[in-house]
């Protein structure tokens, strides 16, 4: 456990904290006046490796190489100066800081950090932390990696849990949920979507499987995979003979078979390290999901949201309220997709450079919403 205090004072700024892998659906941005939740779980940080906002540099003004030694391979509309490094946290976790009120950016609901540290320490006045609470954004305070310390506290520091152990406690992540937007009669409203922190994970996997893909076609299994990835992968990939195989392998799953090309494996959620197989599948390309993400596809709901006609027969006994269910087909997260192919080395590939220039250019229906929100 640590807790944060500032660099210029030793005052505390945070309740003791301990650290977990940064989650995928950090960069998201979703929808349009929507109200996200916080982002990291009570009593837990991440480190975020990447800059992260202002100031901000367009591409063609990078220096050569500038990109690739920060693990960019594509090219991207603009590199942000921001020092890496920040430490993410819950907003329920600062204490000793207040708001800097002339830092509010250009938010409309909230603070966006457009401007900067925008939290200061109440003992010393110095800017220490950026805190994120605007629409569409999840809500999360980023203390300054130069303006905070880390120290250990007393008390244990429990080993990672198992891969066997998360499997039987981690929840599984809904496939769908309520989401809240701005604007109602009482200030808010609801409607029924698809969790955005699957469209994110589902981005984020898009681009793994771009990559294990090497430009053939791919087959997922029947289920929440074809639900999730196969409209995309048919848009972006070649139709026809020879098709790669992608099934989930992880803990508690039978060894995978030995002709599957490909494997969604979860990442685990403090480590971030992504389960690995054993074995004539330890050949295989790896598709990391989020565990919660994992647990959902290898042990899906018992019905999946899927347009249907006619009318239920007079005699069949059936639950009301009838579940609700999104009003559209799933969309991976465009951006995600796009920020994590950018960083794969394998995005060098001429087929792969293609497909982002088509993202961008191309107007086909099928290509761009294949993964566009």
């Given at each position: ?12 700024l ?51 190489g500038e ?24 907003p ?30 109440e ?120 098709k ?28 971030g390290?992504?389960w ?26 018992p ?20 579940p ?50």
């Amino acid at each position: 456990m640590f807790v944060f205090v500032c660099a210029g004072c030793g005052a505390e700024l945070t309740t003791p904290l301990s650290q977990v892998a940064l989650p995928v659906h950090t960069h998201q941005s979703y929808g349009n006046g929507v109200q996200l939740p916080v982002l990291m779980r009570a009593g837990t940080f991440a480190v975020d490796p990447e800059p992260w906002g202002g100031p901000w540099r367009m591409w063609d003004e990078a220096e050569p190489g500038e990109a690739e030694a920060r693990g960019i391979y594509a090219p991207v509309h603009a590199l942000s100066d921001a020092t890496p490094g920040a430490v993410v946290i819950a907003p329920g976790d600062v204490r000793g800081t207040r708001l800097i009120p002339e830092k509010r950016g250009d938010a409309c609901c909230g603070l966006d950090g457009a401007d900067g540290p925008n939290m200061a320490c109440e003992a010393c006045d110095s800017p220490v932390a950026t805190r994120v609470d605007d629409c569409s954004l999840w809500q999360a305070v980023r203390l300054g990696l130069d303006a905070v310390h880390r120290v250990p506290v007393d008390g244990s520091h429990p080993a990672p849990l198992s891969w066997s152990e998360l499997a039987e406690t981690e929840e599984a992540t809904p496939l769908f949920e309520p989401i809240a937007t701005w604007g109602g009669r009482w200030g808010t409203s609801h409607y029924w979507s698809w969790s955005p922190r699957w469209e994110a994970a589902a981005g984020h996997a898009l681009a793994h499987l771009l990559v294990a893909s090497e430009g053939q076609a791919v087959n997922v299994p029947e289920g929440v995979a074809t639900a999730v990835f196969q409209r995309a992968l048919d848009a972006l990939l070649p139709a026809g003979a020879p098709k790669r195989r992608a099934v989930p392998a992880g803990p508690e799953l039978p060894a995978p078979e030995a002709e599957a090309d490909i494997l969604f494996v979860p990442i685990h959620p403090r480590t971030g390290q992504t389960w690995t197989p054993e074995g004539p599948a330890a050949s295989a390309h790896l598709v990391p999901l989020p565990l919660g993400v994992w647990l959902t596809l290898v042990s899906p709901p018992p019905y999946l949201p899927a347009p249907a006609s006619g009318r239920m027969p007079g005699d069949v006994l059936r639950d009301d309220p009838l579940p609700l269910l999104p009003h559209g087909p799933f969309q991976a997260d465009r951006r995600t997709f796009e920020r994590t192919l950018v960083r794969l080395p394998a995005v060098r590939s001429p087929w792969l450079r293609t497909i982002i220039e088509n993202l961008d250019h191309d107007t086909s229906p099928d290509l761009v919403q294949a993964v566009a929100r």
